[in-house]
């Protein structure tokens, strides 16, 4: 039965379908509810809905008036015509849609004539009109044998055709059909109803409007809502079919912005079970998945035909027309929540694009870093995609899933890489190659372990919401991050040092087949005869002479290389801007005005989340929800009643219950003012009636205490039966509980309106079955079901089943006037305050609908964000705490992350952006986001060494550049969300990530630099006497260290014999201000350094000229010009040796000393042990070099011979010059 009871909540249809916002809130007493109603009422199925909203092109246009009803007729009317094909059957309206109960009359062919003129259920402003007569069809009219007329809803009064059937005398129980129609309010049908066209050739004559042709007043037959052909259960209230309406003085409607129409249909588990023992679908193996099919197909249809419709104009210009489906919904759901490939694959190259133009050198290839950064790019995606596939093995995806996370993943690893590749390229000159990646990972791994653990903390602790959409997001993109970290901190360190030697072959970023143009340039010598070039031996002895350049270290070739970089700018600009007073005061009081803006605007941030937000848009369905939100409010609601209650004896309690909910203002009341009636008074209206007809009987001796005359009413019999029911299993009939005494005797229900409590679910068995349209109407879904037991006046059985006892009820009430967040929970803190009252005295219950089930979370949600950012921030505090040692350190970084947090809060109320789940998680999320802004930069800031302005400004040199990138990075990834069809994506997420990368460079690179220059912690290592550098340790005496060298060294290098200099070159005064003070004797005794210069000159000639490889070939001078190519390698060792006396004393006071500095010591021996590891390297690769150029000059003969061979008249020539470079 769809009438009153099925009426349409929207918000149902929408929720329910796949959205990702599953928003129930996960844990506590809602969970609890939610549980035991699955539990009670089995797997759920509730009906769906197709609806049509009718708004004015013009917003200023009223709809209250005939043009605009009459076109809302056209459009419903042909929605209602719908077929479908499906199985080789033709599916119509009828065949889906609830329609209502009718009592059982065994009697196939009255049952098949009811179940053609019963109606489907539709709720419309129609219904006030006649006009609302011809969406009810039926659509071949119903002939009844006897009858003249032939059966529409258009021509059909009721009551008539009951009076004709009467004097047929047809054996057909009349009592019980006329009984059933007095008390649904079945009358005269839509006969008596004004016509919206009164010059309508079929408008009835007994229209009120139908002589004299005016038009109805619209407004004043919309005013209390309208009612269906059942007057007693369908009502359709004013606010579910009039939109945007305004009143007058004496409430009455005067203008209305929409109109709203609602059909409804079977859910797929009661159309599978409706049509399971039909003959029409015996041949095609009847499943429910089927019966979904069929569903889904009519509904897509639906939907199309309206559009069809309205596309074509075939209906007045002046109007719009919105169709709803909840199977288009979920259709278009499925659609743009599947993972967009392509949005991911050009996000994922505009991030390629932007990290290779940024690591871009242009002017130096080799120490470019594009190649590596595209490499770092390309892994991050795999990781996503890995960290993708991990996932969907533990929770479900949503849209959360395909919109958001890989995206947020990708400019959160970015961010990493750019601090790696940052301090890569950062490194001295003269750091052995093989531990300039470990270098990388020291300096920079735990800021790189410690961003990433604090961001997976953020999102733990954001899964500490109770939603479980976004707990699953929450814990996906923690996955993501982990996996992310380990690629970074396992898998780029190899892709460096795969770079590192790129680097060292001296070889271009990206295209490592070539190598730049050598700065040495290649003089041609002038030319020498062959015959004279084997005696002349100034040939081989022309000298040039050059002098070398001066070393030039590393950083400084790297800053010329760079000269427009964010560090040298940070440098020589931007620190000593920052540090001066005057910006400090000025950064400071304007630190102190945003924490005051953002408190205020804190407190200005509403709750709540528009439905437009998460449908795509630019669907029909969004401008449906957009139109739905701005003119209708209303909502349903039940109050739900539980099992360890004794219902037959605890009836009073229930009324009062019932009565309870007149004071919530939100409640639509009827016309009196109170409120509709339940089940248990529908139960007892239907009993009081019998009552009355066996009273009646009684008093015609019709009805005695052992038998009922043959002309007894059915109702008088079927009370009989009722009044002789014990409620005992054992003894269920006593017939000496009939009393002729009607006033003091055994009643049905007593005086005081109580149903005997001994029978109550025998009598709830009978009137189940028997009212069907009345049980339905109550919208009461007892669980478990009532027994059934179809009454028959010649059935003699006096015997009722009794039914189960009662663990689910439901009351239901209607809602209006929520319009906002505010509002809705208002209502959800008086019911539930009323529900607690009850709960004391006994009475298990809560209450259930879209209110408490999606809105409910508002009220706990402020409490569970505070929670989550408390842990949040507890936890980045122990994370920075335990890793750096510094307490006063973390508690900055904790405090500038709330600071950053609280700023967002602001940014919110500035945006207008309400607080839902959604902002909720960002706002945690923006703890994790910030520590890239803060947590860097104060590593730097302790471990350098000076006073807090010096270290501020070097923190700040060291990290601005991969901040401001990694920044970037994660501005442009979260712009990719801008393609993404949901609004809540693009407008939420997107704005709100934007904002916080804006805020964290503010506050990462602006106010906390100045805090850490004013209240900074204390540094790690603090010099003793210098304040901006450590002392410098004096070497001590150590034996000389012969270098090794290798056989080919003996012959092709030539060393010059260690020789004392002039004294004024050699020796050195040593004063160390170190011992100055402490040491006198020490100072004394140590009284020179001697310097001894090695140089060692190899030279290589050879004859010949370079080929366009590189590679040195000689060549007959016959042939070629003769050019000599001349290859010198000087290799300068500077040799330091200190001179100590070597009296006892002394050395006895040196090694007084020496022990303070054996830790400096020891490091600089093991400085000098790699450095000359590093030489003796380099001897090596050089005899391999002459080792491969002997392998080309022998491959080179070889060739020259077998030229010669082919060529017998310069045989002779050729030899004596082979001969002569022999010699040479």
């Given at each position: 039965m769809a009438t009153d009871c099925e009426v349409f909540d929207l918000k149902v249809s929408v929720f329910k379908y796949h959205l990702m916002f599953d928003v129930c809130a996960e844990g506590g007493r809602l969970e609890a509810e939610l549980k035991y109603t699955a539990k009670a009422l089995g797997e759920a199925d509730s009906s769906t809905h197709q609806l049509i909203?009718?708004?004015?092109?013009?917003?200023?246009?009223?709809?209250?008036?005939?043009?605009?009803?009459?076109?809302?007729?056209?459009?419903?009317?042909?929605?209602?015509?719908?077929?479908?094909?499906?199985?080789?059957?033709?599916?119509?309206?009828?065949?889906?849609?609830?329609?209502?109960?009718?009592?059982?009359?065994?009697?196939?062919?009255?049952?098949?004539?009811?179940?053609?003129?019963?109606?489907?259920?539709?709720?419309?402003?129609?219904?006030?009109?006649?006009?609302?007569?011809?969406?009810?069809?039926?659509?071949?009219?119903?002939?009844?044998?006897?009858?003249?007329?032939?059966?529409?809803?258009?021509?059909?009064?009721?009551?008539?055709?009951?009076?004709?059937?009467?004097?047929?005398?047809?054996?057909?129980?009349?009592?019980?059909?006329?009984?059933?129609?007095?008390?649904?309010?079945?009358?005269?049908?839509?006969?008596?109803?004004?016509?919206?066209?009164?010059?309508?050739?079929?408008?009835?004559?007994?229209?009120?409007?139908?002589?004299?042709?005016?038009?109805?007043?619209?407004?004043?037959?919309?005013?209390?809502?309208?009612?269906?052909?059942?007057?007693?259960?369908?009502?359709?209230?004013?606010?579910?079919?009039?939109?945007?309406?305004?009143?007058?003085?004496?409430?009455?409607?005067?203008?209305?912005?929409?109109?709203?129409s609602v059909v409804q249909l079977m859910g797929e588990r009661e159309m599978f079970?409706?049509?399971?023992?039909?003959?029409?679908?015996?041949?095609?193996?009847?499943t429910q998945e089927k019966a979904a099919a069929v569903l889904d197909a009519w509904q897509r249809k639906f939907a199309a035909e309206l559009r069809k419709m309205t596309a074509t104009e075939s209906v007045s210009p002046a109007y719009s027309f919105y169709p709803f489906s909840t199977s288009t919904l979920n259709d278009i759901l499925g659609k743009f929540s599947e993972l967009s490939l392509k949005n991911i694959i050009l996000g994922y190259m505009f991030m390629l694009i932007y990290v290779a133009v940024t690591l871009m050198q242009w002017r130096d290839p080799i120490r470019s870093q594009a190649g590596v950064g595209i490499a770092g790019v390309l892994l991050l995606s795999i990781t996503v995609a890995a960290g993708l596939g991990f996932c969907a093995l533990l929770v479900t995806f949503n849209a959360s899933s395909t919109?958001?996370?890989?995206?947020?993943?990708?400019?959160?690893?970015?961010?990493?890489?750019?601090?790696?590749?940052?301090?890569?390229?950062?490194?001295?000159?003269?750091?052995?190659?093989?531990?300039?990646?470990?270098?990388?990972?020291?300096?920079?791994?735990?800021?790189?372990?410690?961003?990433?653990?604090?961001?997976?903390?953020?999102?733990?602790?954001?899964?500490?919401?109770?939603?479980?959409?976004?707990?699953?997001?929450?814990?996906?993109?923690?996955?993501?991050?982990?996996?992310?970290?380990?690629?970074?901190?396992?898998?780029?360190?190899?892709?460096?040092?795969?770079?590192?030697?790129?680097?060292?072959?001296?070889?271009?970023?990206?295209?490592?087949?070539?190598?730049?143009?050598?700065?040495?340039?290649?003089?041609?010598?002038?030319?020498?005869?062959?015959?004279?070039?084997?005696?002349?031996?100034?040939?081989?002895?022309?000298?040039?002479?050059?002098?070398?350049?001066?070393?030039?270290?590393?950083?400084?070739?790297?800053?010329?290389?760079?000269?427009?970089?964010?560090?040298?700018?940070?440098?020589?600009?931007?620190?000593?801007?920052?540090?001066?007073?005057?910006?400090?005061?000025?950064?400071?009081?304007?630190?102190?005005?945003?924490?005051?803006?953002?408190?205020?605007?804190?407190?200005?941030?509403?709750?709540?989340?528009?439905?437009?937000?998460?449908?795509?848009?630019?669907?029909?369905?969004?401008?449906?929800?957009?139109?739905?939100?701005?003119y209708f409010g209303f909502y349903n609601m039940y109050a739900v009643t539980q099992g360890d209650f004794e219902y037959p004896t605890n009836q009073k309690l229930l009324y009062e219950y019932h009565d309870q909910f007149v004071r919530i203002p939100n409640i639509i009341k009827n016309d009196n003012g109170g409120l509709t009636k339940f089940w248990l008074s529908l139960f007892r209206d239907w009993l009081l009636d019998l009552q009355a007809a066996f009273d009646k009987e009684v008093a015609s001796g019709c009805i005695t205490q052992e038998y009922w005359c043959k002309i007894a009413s059915d109702e008088g019999i079927l009370a009989y039966k009722l009044m002789v029911q014990t409620g005992h299993v054992d003894n269920p009939i006593d017939k000496s509980l009939i009393s002729t005494d009607t006033k003091n005797g055994h009643r049905l229900v007593d005086k005081d309106g109580i149903i005997n409590p001994k029978a109550f679910y025998n009598y709830l068995s009978a009137w189940a079955t028997n009212d069907a349209l009345a049980y339905g109407a109550s919208q009461a879904n007892l669980k478990p079901q009532p027994k059934r037991w179809t009454h028959s006046p010649?059935?003699?059985?006096?015997?009722?089943?009794?039914?189960?006892?009662?663990?689910?009820?439901?009351?239901?009430?209607?809602?209006?006037?929520?319009?906002?967040?505010?509002?809705?929970?208002?209502l959800i803190m008086s019911v539930r305050e009323l529900c607690l009252k009850f709960e004391v005295k006994g009475l298990s219950n809560?209450?259930?609908?879209?209110?408490?089930?999606?809105?409910?979370?508002?009220?706990?949600?402020?409490?569970?964000?505070?929670?989550?950012?408390?842990?949040a921030l507890a936890a980045v505090f122990v994370a920075v705490m335990v890793l750096l040692l510094n307490a006063w350190a973390a508690l900055l970084v904790t405090?500038?992350?709330?600071?950053?947090?609280?700023?967002?809060?602001?940014?919110?109320?500035?945006?207008?952006?309400?607080?839902?789940?959604?902002?909720?998680?960002?706002?945690?999320?923006?703890?994790?986001?910030?520590?890239?802004?803060?947590?860097?930069?104060?590593?730097?800031?302790?471990?350098?060494?000076?006073?807090?302005?010096?270290?501020?400004?070097?923190?700040?040199?060291?990290?601005?550049?991969?901040?401001?990138?990694?920044?970037?990075?994660?501005?442009?990834?979260?712009?990719?969300?801008?393609?993404?069809?949901?609004?809540?994506?693009?407008?939420?997420?997107?704005?709100?990530?934007?904002?916080?990368?804006?805020?964290?460079?503010?506050?990462?690179?602006?106010?906390?630099?100045?805090?850490?220059?004013?209240?900074?912690?204390?540094?790690?290592?603090?010099?003793?006497?210098?304040?901006?550098?450590?002392?410098?340790?004096?070497?001590?005496?150590?034996?000389?260290?012969?270098?090794?060298?290798?056989?080919?060294?003996?012959?092709?290098?030539?060393?010059?014999?260690?020789?004392?200099?002039?004294?004024?070159?050699?020796?050195?005064?040593?004063?160390?201000?170190?011992?100055?003070?402490?040491?006198?004797?020490?100072?004394?005794?140590?009284?020179?350094?001697?310097?001894?210069?090695?140089?060692?000159?190899?030279?290589?000639t050879y004859n010949g000229s370079d080929s366009a490889s590189g590679r040195s070939t000689p060549t007959s001078k016959t042939t070629h010009s003769g050019a000599i190519t001349t290859k010198v390698t000087a290799t300068a060792n500077i040799k330091v040796e200190v001179v100590t006396p070597s009296d006892r004393k002394s050395r006895r006071s040196y090694h007084y000393y020496d022990r303070r500095r054996d830790r400096d010591d020891d490091r600089d021996r093991d400085r000098d042990r790699d450095r000359e590891r590093d030489r003796d390297r380099g001897d090596r690769e050089r005899d391999r070099d002459r080792e491969r150029s002997r392998e080309r000059d022998r491959r080179d003969r070889y060739r020259d011979e077998r030229e010669h061979r082919a060529s017998p008249r310069e045989n002779g020539r050729d030899s004596g010059h082979e001969s002569d470079s022999s010699r040479h």
């Open positions: 909203i009718q708004t004015a092109k013009d917003p200023d246009v009223s709809l209250l008036h005939v043009g605009a009803l009459l076109a809302h007729l056209k459009v419903v009317q042909a929605a209602t015509r719908v077929t479908i094909h499906m199985y080789d059957i033709e599916w119509r309206l009828k065949d889906l849609c609830y329609s209502p109960s009718i009592p059982d009359f065994e009697a196939y062919h009255i049952e098949k004539i009811f179940d053609n003129i019963v109606p489907c259920a539709i709720i419309t402003p129609l219904d006030c009109f006649w006009e609302g007569s011809k969406l009810l069809g039926p659509e071949y009219p119903i002939v009844v044998p006897g009858l003249q007329q032939r059966l529409t809803w258009t021509h059909l009064n009721p009551l008539e055709v009951l009076e004709e059937v009467r004097k047929l005398k047809f054996q057909f129980p009349l009592s019980t059909m006329e009984a059933y129609m007095k008390r649904a309010g079945i009358t005269s049908g839509y006969m008596k109803k004004p016509c919206l066209d009164p010059t309508d050739a079929h408008c009835p004559n007994t229209a009120p409007n139908k002589k004299s042709g005016h038009v109805p007043d619209v407004a004043a037959e919309l005013s209390h809502g309208c009612y269906g052909f059942a007057a007693a259960y369908m009502h359709w209230p004013e606010q579910l079919i009039v939109g945007g309406a305004t009143r007058n003085t004496t409430s009455a409607l005067r203008s209305a912005r929409a109109l709203q079970e409706y049509w399971t023992d039909h003959y029409k679908v015996h041949h095609i193996g009847w919109q958001i996370v890989p995206f947020l993943a990708l400019g959160l690893g970015v961010q990493d890489m750019f601090l790696l590749t940052h301090t890569y390229v950062e490194q001295a000159g003269d750091v052995p190659r093989e531990e300039r990646t470990g270098l990388v990972l020291k300096k920079s791994g735990l800021s790189v372990l410690l961003a990433s653990l604090c961001n997976v903390m953020a999102f733990l602790a954001a899964a500490l919401l109770p939603i479980p959409a976004l707990r699953v997001f929450c814990l996906q993109a923690a996955i993501l991050l982990m996996f992310n970290l380990g690629s970074m901190l396992l898998v780029f360190p190899a892709m460096i040092s795969l770079d590192l030697r790129r680097r060292s072959a001296a070889r271009a970023d990206l295209l490592c087949c070539l190598m730049p143009e050598s700065p040495v340039r290649t003089r041609k010598l002038p030319e020498r005869s062959g015959r004279s070039g084997r005696n002349d031996k100034s040939n081989w002895k022309d000298t040039t002479r050059q002098p070398l350049d001066p070393e030039v270290s590393g950083d400084e070739a790297k800053t010329c290389c760079i000269s427009l970089s964010l560090t040298k700018w940070a440098k020589k600009y931007y620190a000593p801007f920052i540090m001066r007073p005057s910006v400090k005061l000025t950064s400071m009081l304007a630190l102190i005005a945003v924490i005051l803006a953002s408190l205020w605007g804190a407190t200005k941030v509403k709750d709540g989340l528009d439905l437009t937000d998460i449908v795509p848009e630019n669907t029909d369905e969004h401008e449906f929800l957009s139109r739905q939100e701005k010649g059935d003699v059985d006096l015997k009722i089943p009794k039914s189960s006892p009662l663990i689910y009820t439901q009351l239901p009430f209607y809602l209006s006037g929520l319009s906002d967040t505010d509002s809705i929970k208002t809560f209450p259930s609908g879209i209110p408490f089930l999606f809105w409910e979370q508002y009220l706990y949600l402020r409490t569970s964000l505070l929670l989550a950012l408390a842990c405090l500038a992350l709330a600071t950053l947090v609280l700023q967002l809060l602001g940014v919110m109320a500035a945006l207008g952006v309400k607080l839902s789940a959604v902002p909720a998680v960002l706002l945690v999320l923006a703890i994790g986001r910030g520590v890239h802004f803060t947590l860097h930069l104060c590593l730097g800031f302790v471990t350098s060494i000076g006073c807090r302005r010096r270290r501020a400004s070097l923190a700040l040199e060291s990290v601005l550049a991969p901040v401001v990138h990694g920044a970037m990075a994660a501005a442009l990834a979260a712009s990719m969300l801008a393609t993404s069809e949901f609004g809540f994506v693009a407008r939420l997420f997107l704005r709100l990530l934007l904002a916080l990368v804006i805020l964290g460079l503010v506050d990462g690179l602006l106010f906390f630099p100045i805090v850490l220059s004013i209240l900074g912690p204390n540094a790690e290592v603090r010099p003793l006497e210098h304040p901006e550098r450590l002392s410098t340790p004096s070497p001590k005496s150590s034996p000389i260290h012969q270098r090794k060298t290798s056989s080919s060294d003996k012959t092709s290098r030539t060393k010059s014999a260690p020789r004392p200099s002039a004294p004024s070159l050699t020796t050195i005064t040593e004063e160390p201000p170190s011992w100055h003070s402490s040491a006198p004797s020490v100072q004394s005794s140590m009284q020179s350094i001697v310097v001894q210069p090695e140089v060692v000159v190899e030279t290589t």
